[in-house]
């Protein structure tokens, strides 16, 4: 079974709406990573948390990580467009061997 | 900068016949990972390598695939014979990892028909 697991499995929203795409995971970690992947193209990394972060930005995404909750939020702000595309987190366990892990991704699509 | 460099972006062959397909990772990543998407299955890990050495193959189907890394600057995946359920696109990456928390850079990946 897939150690992360997006939900929701698809969103669609209007232009300039905020999108929110969770992850979550089943045994303790390292790191957790979001990724984003345009139709026919391979996987783009767009963020990484450590365990001991909370929160981090990086333009107009924002990552939270509850790890009590074994959970992670990805949120974009002022959605546009050429956000349209599938969204996957990606976990490497604690102890483990510090491959990641990816789940099945969220499918995103932008309206114009 | 030059990405992860995969060929052929596409592949259409028929049951039975070999098929290799080939990645340049970016110079002076010293990971490389061959992963499978499907839509049944989403990404699979096939295999890693770590300084050109095979860590872990355990996501290899079976026999019948096959990876190399004759150097730090190539890899194969092969298949032989394929068969219509290896259809799916095949993905490399690479990264400076080793240790985690280092972000993968994947190739634009192989789409692969067998018929």
């Known amino acids: 079974s897939q150690q992360g697991e997006e939900d929701p499995q698809a969103l669609s929203i209007q232009e300039g709406e905020n999108a929110t795409m969770n992850c979550s995971y089943k045994t303790s970690i390292n790191n957790l990573q979001w990724y984003r992947q345009n139709s026919g193209r391979g996987l783009v990394h767009l963020i990484l948390i450590r365990s001991n972060e909370r929160e981090k930005h990086s333009g107009r995404l924002r990552v939270t990580l509850d790890t009590s909750k074994k959970s992670s939020s990805l949120l974009i702000t002022a959605s546009r467009a050429a956000d349209t595309a599938s969204y996957f987190c990606?976990?490497?366990?604690?102890?483990?061997?510090?491959?990641?892990?990816f789940g099945r991704g969220t499918s995103l699509i932008v309206h114009p | 900068d030059a990405g992860v460099i995969q060929s052929p972006r596409h592949e259409v062959t028929e049951m039975g016949q070999e098929v290799t397909l080939r990645c340049k990772p970016i110079s002076g990543h010293n990971s490389l990972f061959w992963y499978r998407q499907t839509m049944m299955r989403g990404l699979e890990l096939l295999i890693y390598f770590n300084n050109n050495v095979p860590i872990d193959d355990s996501g290899m189907p079976e026999d019948r695939f096959s990876a190399k890394m004759p150097n730090a600057s190539f890899s194969t995946l092969k298949i032989q014979p394929s068969e219509p359920r290896d259809s799916a696109v095949y993905f490399c990456?690479?990264?400076?990892?080793?240790?985690?928390?280092?972000?993968?850079?994947f190739g634009d990946g192989t789409r692969l028909s067998i018929l």
């Open positions: 990606a976990t490497d366990v604690s102890g483990g061997s510090y491959i990641p892990t």
């Open positions: 990456a690479s990264s400076l990892g080793g240790m985690g928390g280092q972000p993968q850079h």
